[in-house]
Every structure is written in structure tokens, then in C-alpha cells.
């Protein structure tokens, strides 16, 4: 179901709780509504209002990937950029590195699968925002 973005700040600063697989009805939603978005290329839960750690983003094929809780363990080659956000009306000052290694779970046959990967370029730069909406930081 696609869902109205939320821009309540009070929401978005809120630590999201950790995801189950009983969330997997939330991470279609996910799914549902930053794929009805001509400007959206990721989406974390927070921002349609349920405060839970479960993100979605879109490859360069528009394919969607579901991250449940996941964790940043470590980045290289910081750098400096300004990033927008779907759900905030200006745009932010970021540290965002180059090169993330990533801790999450993933939904196989209903159950979670621990996983660890590292992302790169736009993809990590997007797996990145979405961990900082996570821990409830206003980017």
C-alpha cells in the first residue's frame, strides 16, 4: 500500500525500534510508496510513520531491496556533501564515505538471514541516510 510521507520531526528523530519478520507487510508498504515517487530512490519506515528499522532502496534497474535493522560498522574515505531528504524541506551538511560496510537482515522463507556487505558510490551513499533515519538522526 502506498503511503503519505511523514514530516513530523518528532517521528523522524525517533530511534526505530528493532524490525521482525512479522514487518514484512510494513516493508511492502516501503516498497509500495518510494516506487509511486518520481523523485524517490530510498525510504526508511520512520518516514511514513511507523518507527521501526526496516529501509528500502532502489537500484539503477529500479529494483527494490529491503534492509531490516540495519547497522553501519565502518566507512573509508570520508567526505563532505550536502544531501536531500524526501521528508525534510532543506537540504543537509553530511559526512558520507565513499566505501560502508553494513550489517543487516534479511526476510528468506519468513525467518531473518544475518547478512554483511559492504556498498559503494550512490548506493552506499543512500544506505548511509537511511541507517542515520534509523537512529532517529535528522539528516
Not at 25 to 40: N, R, W, Y
Not at 62 to 67: F, I, M, S
Not at 117 to 133: E, K, L, P, S
Request: glycine share 6%; aromatic share 6%; hydrophobic share 40%.
Amino acid at each position: 500500500m502506498i503511503r503519505e510521507l511523514v514530516k513530523d520531526t518528532t517521528i523522524l528523530s525517533t530511534r526505530c525500534e528493532r524490525a521482525t519478520p512479522e514487518d514484512a507487510e510494513l516493508a511492502q508498504d516501503l516498497v509500495d510508496t518510494v516506487l509511486s515517487l518520481e523523485d524517490g530512490a530510498c525510504l526508511a519506515a520512520n518516514q511514513i510513520g511507523v518507527t521501526k528499522a526496516v529501509v528500502v532502496y532502489l537500484d539503477d534497474d529500479r529494483e527494490a531491496h529491503v534492509l531490516y535493522n540495519p547497522k553501519f560498522l565502518f566507512g573509508v574515505r570520508a567526505a563532505k556533501t550536502i544531501e536531500g531528504c524526501l521528508t525534510l524541506d532543506e537540504p543537509s551538511k553530511v559526512t558520507r564515505y565513499a566505501k560502508v560496510k553494513v550489517t543487516y537482515d534479511e526476510l528468506v522463507d519468513g525467518e531473518f538471514k544475518s547478512r554483511k556487505r559492504d556498498f559503494t558510490g550512490w548506493t552506499g551513499q543512500m544506505v548511509q541516510h537511511m541507517i542515520d533515519h534509523c537512529n532517529g538522526k535528522l539528516v
